[in-house]
T-cell receptor, first 113, second 113 residues
């Protein structure tokens, strides 16, 4: 079982839809949770960064962390064609005396105009 | 402020050839990382350098070597390239190691024939 599971998609939605992207994880030591956006043939860029459980909002983006369920989500409101990209979840925390930083495999999102 | 830069952008090698991928950052970051990204596998850490003068193995170090030349530069060397090393390689950097968000370069697309 992978430490971080993420549905690869692709996920196709019409413009203006609310998008929900999710990751599950197995390591309860993870403390920091990130969402990166990666456009085709580009490097990942940070979208959201949260510490521990709770919600964080930034414009049209909301990140949720539920540590009790080991589940994190990214919501995109009023989705735009420019949101079409691959979204990678990432998480980090202490494991066996060292620190781990693990990425999900990414979900491809396509927002149709 | 260029952020993280990588050279070359593309490279084709024959099996057994060697090459060095270059990475530089101008954000005064302490930590630097090399990842490879393969379809369905996500980003996997090859090597990292927590600070100038130190390097450590990541998840998939076999077949690679690294050099932290100074605070700005971190190179990745393939001594004898193999087709299994065909991938997209990303360099990243940050200030506070694995508890901190990472800033990625644009990537190097490597094909080994």
């Amino acid at each position: 079982q992978k430490e971080v599971e993420q549905d690869p998609g692709p996920l196709s939605v019409p413009e203006g839809a609310i998008v929900s992207l999710n990751c599950t994880y197995s390591n309860s030591a993870f403390q920091y949770f990130m969402w990166y956006r990666q456009y085709s043939r580009k490097g990942p860029e940070l979208l959201m960064y949260t510490y521990s459980s709770g919600n964080k909002e930034d414009g049209r983006f909301t990140a949720q962390v539920d540590k009790s369920s080991k589940y994190i989500s990214l919501f995109i409101r009023d989705s735009q064609p420019s949101d079409s990209a691959t979204y990678l979840c990432a998480m980090s925390g202490p494991t066996s005396g060292t620190y781990k930083y693990i990425f999900g495999t990414g979900t491809r999102l396509k927002v149709l105009a | 402020n260029a952020g993280v830069t990588q050279t070359p952008k593309f490279q084709v090698l024959k099996t057994g050839q060697s090459m060095t991928l270059q990475c530089a950052q101008d954000m005064n970051h302490n930590s630097m990382y090399w990842y490879r990204q393969d379809p369905g596998m996500g980003l996997r850490l090859i090597y990292y350098s927590a600070s100038e003068g130190t390097t450590d193995k990541g998840e998939v170090p076999n077949g690679y070597n690294v050099s932290r030349l100074n605070k700005r530069e971190f190179s990745l060397r393939l001594e004898s390239a193999a087709p299994s090393q065909t991938s997209v390689y990303f360099c990243a950097s940050n200030t506070q190691g694995f508890a901190d968000t990472q800033y990625f370069g644009p990537g190097t697309r490597l094909t080994v024939l």
